[in-house]
T-cell receptor, first 115, second 110 residues
């Protein structure tokens, strides 16, 4: 099956810890994205990547880091510097990022809770 | 504030009725997309309308775009309980960025 997967589905973090959220796609898409969703709000872009070994900050990158070592994978690390990390995190991919007409395909999301 | 803002924030209707959701935006766009999100899940793309199009259909979905008013509407006809979800508009202004609104929560009562 082609698609985009995220793991884990639920993640709990203690204050001061770094945690890494996984995102994998087998759609052969060049572009990948990370969004944060808070209750009752839309999606806010954290980071995006157009190609392997390249990524760009989105609107709310502070306290987050990413890597893109493989085309299929775009993990997101939520660092201790992110002061309010409790949220629903969504990963997406699209064929290219040069134009916003490309449909984005979303993973099922990871719900992160800080204890 | 968000580029796209949906109205109403929440909508409750009976099965079989039509549901209309509206989206307003502030700046010029290249395209507008509608996505659906079931509770606690990822988003699913429904339909894309380009700035030079006025109306588009896909099954029970009808989308209109009025660039002079900077607004779009999504109509779901003959709604079903399975249509219960949140619906988001997303605007593309050129380049990489797609900006999502806060969504309309639709509840269809059986």
């Amino acid at each position: 099956d082609g698609g985009i997967t995220q793991s884990p589905k639920y993640l709990f973090r203690k204050e001061g810890q770094n945690v890494t959220l996984s995102c994998e796609q087998n759609l052969n898409h060049d572009a990948m994205y990370w969004y944060r969703q808070d209750p009752g709000q839309g999606l806010r872009l954290i980071y995006y990547s157009q190609i392997v070994n390249d990524f760009q900050k989105g609107d709310i990158a502070e306290g987050y880091s990413v890597s893109r070592e493989k085309k299929e994978s775009f993990p997101l690390t939520v660092t201790s510097a992110q002061k309010n990390p409790t949220a629903f995190y969504l990963c997406a991919s699209s064929t290219q990022v040069r134009t916003s007409t490309d449909t984005q395909y979303f993973g099922p999301g990871t719900r992160l809770t800080v204890l | 504030s968000q580029q796209g803002e949906e109205d109403p924030q929440a909508l409750s209707i009976q099965e079989g009725e039509n549901a209309t959701m509206n989206c307003s935006y502030k700046t010029s766009i290249n395209n507008l997309q509608w996505y659906r999100q079931n509770s606690g899940r990822g988003l699913v793309h429904l339909i894309l309308i380009r700035s030079n199009e006025r109306e588009k259909h896909s099954g029970r979905l009808r989308v209109t775009l009025d660039t002079s008013k900077k607004s779009s509407s999504l109509l779901i006809t003959a709604s079903r309980a399975a249509d219960t979800a949140s619906y988001f508009c997303a605007t593309g202004t050129g380049g990489f960025k797609t900006i999502f609104g806060a969504g309309t929560r639709l509840f269809v009562k059986a």
